[in-house]
């Protein structure tokens, strides 16, 4: 049995864990990012792909700019672009209530440079003819986008490993314990590891892993529904949502829309499918939204295994019992923009011993069955 000591285990080569490994790594910390799967595999990989800042709670705006800047280097950061585009952001209202809804986020979220811009019937028809006349108005951001998850997800376990992290992929952990100092943790490969700070970044499975520490969450899996079109003529110029939900596209530059909305199902603990009902809910709406694609053809469908809480906020920062010990996962399905600001947060808490933006909101503290004292990393 092979034994090695570093300085930070990191459990989850999603999006979280694997922008932690490379921000420490490039910090001089010795990391091993430890996946059962494939780094980028599982939610990271397998999202919508957008980058928007636009929608989010107010509170986590502050992280979510520093991510738009993060984003905005990623060439220079990943050696890739990953196909992230600053397509702009379009909100939809299909009511005059929802137009209402985006007319008061527009108030409430001055402040944080996102520059909306309300656009009425008139003025969206004008500007993007290619939505649908349900649509009574919209919420635009011009400088949010979309990216390629299957690409960018993978490129910064890439990076962290060029930057020296040691990355275990295919590595399950069996075993992990703390004798008060460290934690020992042991993988069905028969390594030990063992270092002062352990990330527990394992998505929709991590509320096992806070369990293990006594801090049980509410943790629930959730699926999207996801679709991709056969190549259609160019005519999508912007990420769109919907207020209130229901639907959200985007077009590549190979003429593909990407679609997502509503639920599918688990078909065990690590994999899921759409479901044929949420399929055809989304090519219904999609018909409405956007009118080009009546009569596309999906070639390709596909879900995942999302961490939900019942707030739709992440937990991110330190564990109330433990020492040494980092959460940064249940981001609702919404982690792919800020994710790499999250795990920049959490190497701030090791290489700094306080983040640049207040984490305090996110707090597992909020649970009630929570213990009361905690660590210091706000």
Known sequence: MSRQDVDVLIIGGGIVGSSAALFLAQGGQRVALLERNFCGAQASGVNYGGVRRQGRPLVQLPLSSRAHEIWGGLQDLLGTDGEYLKSGHLKLARSETDFASLQAYAQASQGFDLDLQLLDRGELR??????????????????????????VSPAFAQAAARAGARLLERTAVTVVEHDGQRFQLRTDSGLTLSAPWLLNCAGAWAAELAARFGEPVPLTAAHPAMLVTEPLPLFMTASTGVEGGGIYARQVARGNCVLGGGRGFALDADRARPGQLAILDILRNAAELYPALTGAQAIRTWSGVEGYLPDHQPVLGPSLTTPGLLHGFGFAGAGFQIGPAAGEALAECILQGAPRHSLQAFSIARFPSQPRSSQSCA
Do not use: K, M, T
């Open 126 to 151: 004008r500007r993007f003819p290619w939505v649908g006349d349900i649509a009574v108005g919209a919420s635009f951001c011009p400088e949010d986008g979309h990216a390629n998850p299957r690409l």
